[in-house]
């Protein structure tokens, strides 16, 4: 694996960020949204994250992109201002391999570059490796929303998770 993997991502990375983030919106309840993602969402998504000084960054092996996080404001208004929410994703062949750790580390180290006070998951009750991962990297449990998304015909809970930066 290449020293440093981890890198701001680029608008030539929307199609390989699609691969990884559209078969996980359509095949899992990782995430709520049953929205596939267009070329023009990601494409805005990178701008816009740049622009507001937030990250967005990808993962690479094997010459290509593996894995992307970001993060964002947690809510608005000027009072969540230093409260950020992030997402992390990887393709299931890179997972396991370390880099999920790697890419927190980088995303809690930019955002509180940035003047971030603490990282916010949100992590679906269906993904107990993600919360699991979370708790090994500093997380904790903060709350337990019930019922709160709804996808595959059924509603399901969110667990909120917290690290302080």
Known sequence: MPASPIRSARPADVP??????????????????????????????????AAAGHALLVAEGAGRVIGFGGYGQFRGGVGYGRTMEHTLLFAPEARGAGLGRAMIQALCAHARETGAHSLIAGVSAENPGGRAFHRATGFAEIATLPEVGFKFGRYMDLHLMQRML
């Open 16 to 49: 390989a960020i699609l691969s990884i983030w559209n078969p996980i919106i359509r095949d899992t309840a990782i995430t709520f949204n049953a929205t596939e993602k267009s070329e023009a969402e990601v494409a805005a998504l990178i701008s816009e994250r």
